[in-house]
């Protein structure tokens, strides 16, 4: 049977969700829950994905995501197979970790948008977990963040709260939205009744008139498939390019200096490591750009610079820090 086809496009939103394979229980322990909540995170970071809503259980994820620059794909190839390696490097273990392909639901903005964000919130307390009442102290989740004062940057709450009728983000407007949670688990269509099954199946949540207009605009998916095979590469390295630059001048240097520069010089190893934090830039690519030899070498280098053993080129990153250099 044919794969279905990954519709990408700016600004899409999907309801994406995955197992353990065999239903293992990949995040039975708190421990591990935080290490894939802190990957999302950081696939949010590289992929400039807006997440307005996740939840991790004990052997399958949900996340409600907007992608601005359309590369769900690639994202979502660089956290699974980032957490699989983190986590079998942990355990000593290899093979899949995960079910095969993760689903993922094309959801129009708005009010379907928000309905997946109640119904992921309220995984736990579908699941026996927790009582609606104690909700908020489930920890592997965006709803857990709702309450808390310092949250990612790539987490917008708000959605949610404005889709529970158009709540603030402050003490009042979350409890009120606690009790609209409460009343969606006993009655809504994201709690415990026939509907919410819906939120996890078919290819689209939404209005009619969006699923046809993705159906009558299937000559965008075809495009945009077109465009993943052959031309994403060239797409991406045109950013990767305008945020190297951006990188070189805040640090006053240039292409030339990549060029004449030791290739383990302090400010190419705070420059790559930045470009890795915020883009989807391989390391074969920096090592070409910025002349530091092999992409193991630029894999070392800042593999050094996350432990600590590069005082020099923390400096320089705490410089670059202060920086937007995204593209």
């Known amino acids: 049977m044919a794969r279905k086809l990954r519709l990408e496009f700016p600004g899409a939103c999907y309801h994406v969700i995955n197992r353990g394979n065999y239903r293992a229980q990949v995040f039975a322990t708190e421990k591990t829950r935080a290490a894939f909540e802190a990957c999302v995170f950081e696939a949010c970071e590289k992929s400039g994905w807006l997440l307005h809503a996740f939840v991790v259980m004990n052997n399958h994820y949900h996340l409600a995501l907007e992608t601005p620059q359309g590369n769900l794909v690639a994202g979502m190839q660089w956290l699974q197979a980032t957490f699989a390696n983190r986590f079998n490097r942990l355990r000593g273990e290899r093979g899949h970790l995960f079910q095969g392909r993760y689903k993922s639901l094309l959801v129009e903005s708005g009010e379907a948008l928000g309905q997946v964000c109640h119904y992921v919130h309220l995984n736990p307390v579908r699941a026996g977990l927790v009582t609606v009442d104690d909700l908020a102290s489930y920890r592997a989740s965006s709803y857990w963040h709702l309450w808390q004062k310092k949250r990612p940057s790539c987490l917008h709450v708000e959605t949610a709260l404005t889709e529970a009728g158009a709540l603030a983000d402050t003490a009042a407007g979350r409890k009120a939205y606690a009790k609209f949670l409460a009343w969606q688990a006993t009655e809504g269509p994201a709690g415990k009744n026939k509907a919410y099954v819906s939120m996890s199946r078919g290819w689209a949540l939404g209005t009619q008139d969006f699923k046809t207009a993705l159906i009558k605009d299937h000559a965008l ?50 420059l790559a490591a930045k470009l890795k934090q915020t883009t989807q830039a391989n390391n074969r690519w920096l090592a070409e750009h910025l002349h530091m030899g092999t992409p193991i070498a630029v894999s070392h280098h800042t593999g050094q610079l996350r432990r600590g053993l590069n005082p020099a080129a923390a400096k320089l990153t705490k410089r670059l820090g202060t920086l937007n250099i995204k593209a």
Do not use: N
């Open 221 to 270: 998916a075809e495009s945009s498939r077109a465009w993943e095979k052959s031309g994403v590469q060239e797409i991406q390295e045109t950013r990767w390019t305008a945020a190297l630059a951006s990188g070189l001048a805040a640090l006053g240097k240039s292409a030339e200096d990549a060029d004449t520069d030791l290739k383990s010089a302090p400010w190419k190893v705070a």
